[in-house]
């Protein structure tokens, strides 16, 4: 990454991709293609990550992608390089020791368990175990990112409503938005890149107004950055509506994005889809090995120590900002939320320059990850020059 001081390796992001190194005079002329790719595909919306720092001189956090600013915990480190000797075998495909501790986690059968690259590839299994071509996916908007491209990518229709004034999920609108073409319904609690969370209740009743052959995915990547307080009962959801799942991810405070693990948790005919449809060897044995060692009680410990302290900065970065005068969503993710609108592409490019590298989303607003203290002062650093220029 040539210049760039960082003194923590964390925030040195991507080496430069091979690809960029092979100039069009280097290559051979294509052959014209005539072959004929699925129309639903120039409808798909990219699926834009967040920002790497810029290679520029300037040292930057990167607080653009809701990752851990934390590098994995020991116990991850280790059963990492134990497990390297395996490599030359094909993982489980079963995932029959994750399953199992996951199982026992959440008080299911392990076959209730569906693991996959990422929660991001269970939601999509989710789209082709259920959604037929003009089907229907009601998702909240704006929501992540991923939703829509998975929904159309699988010849779904995706049914997005808007958030309320407060930036928070529209359940009556949603539940509204219901129709016997709707066959799975996505329920982003936190909302990233919103914040707000779902109470126990706010479920509850919208399952009450929702058919029982419709199925409801409450996406809880950012769970442990829940007040425990606040916290709703998906447990007690899920056990008692057998149309619900849960879908939960190792990308978050568990800081093991780079391994692509996440999984659901579902009633068991779901769970059965969910593994027809599933990639084989999708979840990799190293995965598979992270994950597990997450699990293990000291891990645990230090991760849940670790969701405390983000939840602090968090605690801490929304008063200040409110303090300065920003209107602030009661976020209970691990990012804020500003709501820039026509500014928020201006306002990344303002944070950018002074060593923030921030997540704009079109004219909606911005999305600032809680990361380590010096980064989340940074924010209010720029955000007080912001509205001091303003
Ligand atoms: C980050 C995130 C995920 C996790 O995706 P992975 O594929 O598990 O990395 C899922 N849902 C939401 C809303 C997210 O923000």
Not at 139 to 162: C, D, Q
Not at 251 to 271: D, F, T
Request: net charge negative; charged share 20%.
């Amino acid at each position: 990454m040539g210049t760039v001081s960082h003194p923590n390796p964390l925030h040195c992001v991507q080496a430069p991709s091979t690809l960029a190194t092979v100039t069009p005079a280097d290559a051979a002329p294509s052959p014209r293609e005539t072959i004929r790719i699925r129309p639903a595909l120039d409808a798909l919306p990219a699926y834009v990550p967040g920002r790497p720092p810029a290679d520029d001189g300037i040292q930057r956090y990167k607080a653009s992608s809701n990752e851990s600013p934390f590098p994995p915990v020991q116990a991850v480190r280790d059963a990492l390089v134990a497990a390297i000797d395996g490599l030359n075998r094909y993982p489980d495909m079963g995932a029959r020791a994750l399953r199992e501790a996951l199982g026992a986690e959440h008080g299911v059968d392990p076959a209730q368990i569906a693991v996959s690259t990422g929660s991001v590839a269970v939601t999509g299994d989710l789209v082709r175990a259920l959604v037929d071509a003009g089907d229907e996916v009601v998702f909240p908007w704006r929501s992540f990112e991923a939703y829509p491209i998975l929904v159309g990518m699988h010849g779904g229709t995706s049914v997005r409503v808007p958030l309320t004034a407060e930036h928070a999920l529209d359940l009556d609108a949603m539940a509204a938005a219901v129709t016997d073409r709707t066959r799975l319904i996505l329920l982003c609690s936190p909302n990233n890149p919103t914040g707000p969370a779902l109470t126990t209740e706010q479920i509850e009743s919208f399952l009450a107004r929702v058919p029982e052959d419709v199925v409801v995915a409450i996406d809880e990547a950012y769970r442990e950055f829940v007040d425990p307080e606040v916290a709703p009962d998906t447990a007690r959801l899920f056990a008692e509506h057998a149309n619900t799942v849960l879908l939960r991810t190792f990308s978050k405070i568990h800081g093991i994005a780079g391994l692509r693990i996440g999984y659901a948790v579902a009633h068991p005919r779901l769970a059965r889809a969910l593994t027809q449809v599933a990639m084989p060897f999708g979840a990799a044995s190293l995965a598979q090995t992270g994950a597990l060692a997450c699990l293990q009680p000291a891990a645990r410990a230090e991760l849940a120590e670790r969701a405390a302290a983000l939840r602090a900065e968090r605690r801490r970065v929304i008063e200040a900002l409110r303090a300065q005068g920003w209107e602030v969503p009661d976020s209970q993710g691990n990012f804020v939320f500003l709501d820039l609108r026509e500014r928020s592409g201006e306002f990344a490019d303002f944070a950018d320059a002074r060593g923030l590298v921030v997540r704009a989303y079109g004219d909606d607003g911005v999305r600032v990850t809680i990361a380590e203290t010096e980064a989340n002062d940074r924010l209010l650093e720029i955000a007080a020059a912001w509205r001091e220029l303003s």
